[in-house]
């Protein structure tokens, strides 16, 4: 079983293998940012009404200061000089607390979003509300960090998860309850203003910054509009803007974006030692190496006797006699020989021939790494 499992990894790799010898090249959209064009996260604190039960207690007492905030904003006072009202807390008994909640709202501004757009919102509890199921957000400003309002959010929550509780304390969950989203929850009521085009030049942020990867694509820039592009430095690439592109800053985006780069693969193999995943990609290579990997197990197992008085009428007792059995044995330790692999199917096929499962298999490329053999990053998480 464990080989047949190693196999199908394997078998997988080799996939990605051939998959990856085709060099496909990638669109300057997927590996380039225009400088200039980005997102901008917002947040604000709000309330979810409506829940039934299932939100924060009395303990909470920011939760407590934000109904008696809304309420107040509507025209409605609250009396806390009421015997047995804390000052600054409102009187529990004019109304049922734990059908509110206490919640953060965060959302993501795009670029170039304007008044009156429509945007995506998440809401999650900072309090001890058990569920959000069924939640009302009431209206929320959302923030940037300049502390000036750029959206407002309210709607429906929509909750993944559950939480059931019976009386007796059986509880039972499913996902999360205690977040949830709006979709298209938040206006945008201000612009962030965005400027990508500086004295002619554009400027193109790598997602993953590399010298080749900056060299080709000012290659590429350059093949489509000539001397238009360099490379300053592995992080970016300042593009200047074609005199037949002007007063058309956009369409010179848009071409810009669609033109296609060979990306660069980096040789990785990565590790999950929680699920036993390894996946390999990019240019791996292993060089000829021998391998003796062996298990080692110990059985400890406890078989407790029990002595009794042999007459019917003594005055014994009986006596628990504990008694252990240790047992070691070793697994197979055959030395195999791996011939060199000079491409990502290559080593999986090599790999295969140790017929280890991929949690044994996981120390081996740790090992081989460590010897040299493997060129490639091995990173475990």
Known sequence: MRRRTFLLCCGLLAIVAAWAQTARADKLRDMADVAGARDNQLTGFGIVTGLGGTGDDITVPFAQQAVLSMLRRLGLQIDTSQPGAVQGQIDLAQFRLRNVAAVTVTATLPPFAKAGTRIDI?????????????????????????????????????????????????????????????????????????????????????????????????????????????????????????????SRVVDFVAALEDIEVVPVRSARVVINERTGTIVAGGDVRLSPVAVVHGTLTILVKETPTVSQPTGPFTQGTTVVTPRTEIDASEGNRTMVYVPAAPTLADVASALSTLGLAPREMASVLQALRGAGALEAEVVVE
């Open 122 to 246: 998440t809401v999650s509890s900072i309090g001890n509300a058990r569920s959000l199921s069924g939640g009302v957000l009431v209206q929320t400003l959302l923030k940037g960090p300049d502390q000036r309002t750029y959206a407002v959010a309210q709607g429906n929550l929509v909750v993944g998860g559950f939480d059931a509780k019976g009386t007796s304390g059986t509880t039972l969950r499913s996902g999360i309850s205690t977040t949830g989203r709006v979709p298209e929850g938040a206006l945008v009521e201000r612009e962030v203003p965005a400027s990508i085009l500086t004295d002619g030049v554009l400027r193109l942020a790598l997602r993953t910054p590399g010298f080749t990867v900056a060299s080709r694509i000012a290659d590429a820039v350059n093949q489509k509009f000539a001397g238009a592009a360099t490379a300053p430095d592995g992080g970016a690439v300042i593009v200047r803007l074609p005199n037949d592109y002007a």
